[in-house]
């Protein structure tokens, strides 16, 4: 839809000023700590945490932030447990919402998320209430200036990406989640600038919204984004823009 934005878009140029408060940092960490719970604690042979380590020095977090966040997800410090849980729900104008959260204290987030959802008028659903609108897959932004789009294309391709598109000022690249480190590592080996890149839940379809939905939409995903336990919101709202 020409003249629109996804939410996917939209929240990647919050980056910024998320950063600034310290919300990147804060997030990092959680993810590091708990795929280092998970997987162990050598980046060589535990993807999620190669990931999340990549993620946090883009962001320049300092190494001993890393280490000491690998090392309490492996239990060599001691710290704070979280449990992964999603969350599933509607918002104004049957957008659908995916929220992923890393927490310490289950029935403290759902009390906290549900009164997000019903305080911007949607409503917070069961388990898999939308999660069949969408398909996990890499989504990695590269800036559009002085990018040629063909050779972006090759480039991604013969490295096993899904799709390329092009937006106003980045360019948006679509993998599945196997061939995600493989295209990410294409793009690097070409000197080519990355903005962003992570595993997302991209949507089948997107819901075009009017100017008084959208910005009751946006205040939701915001809210849910400034939530401490939050780690990812997905939605298939477009805005107008």
């Not at 940092?25 to 993810?31: D, H, T, V």
Request: hydrophobic share 40%.
């Amino acid at each position: 839809m020409s003249g629109h934005n996804k939410w996917s878009s939209i929240k990647h140029k919050k980056g910024k000023a998320d950063a600034a408060r310290g919300r990147v940092f804060s997030r990092l960490i959680r993810e590091i700590t708990v795929a280092a719970k998970n997987g162990g604690g050598d980046v060589n042979g535990n993807a999620r945490l190669r990931a999340a380590v990549g993620a946090a020095k883009a962001e320049n977090m300092p190494a001993d932030n890393i280490t000491r966040a690998i090392q309490r997800g492996t239990g060599e410090l001691p710290g704070a447990q979280y449990e992964e849980i999603q969350y599933e729900g509607y918002g104004i104008g049957g957008v659908a919402v995916m929220v992923a959260t890393l927490t310490d204290s289950r029935n403290r987030t759902t009390s906290e998320i549900r009164h997000i959802f019903s305080r911007h008028g949607g409503n917070l659903g069961e388990n898999g209430c939308v999660a069949f609108m969408f398909h996990k897959k890499g989504l990695i932004s590269v800036p559009a200036a002085g990018v040629e789009e063909e050779k972006l294309f090759d480039l991604v391709v013969n490295a096993g990406g899904d799709d390329l598109e092009k937006g106003d000022e980045e360019f948006e690249i679509t993998t599945a989640p196997e061939s995600f480190e493989h295209v990410k590592a294409a793009l690097e080996g070409a000197k080519i600038s990355i903005a962003s890149a992570e595993i997302s839940m991209v949507p089948q379809n997107f819901i075009g919204l009017d100017a008084k939905e959208g910005d009751k939409v946006m205040r939701l995903l915001e809210a849910l984004e400034e939530h401490d336990d939050v780690q990812h919101v997905w939605a298939n709202a477009e805005f107008q823009g």
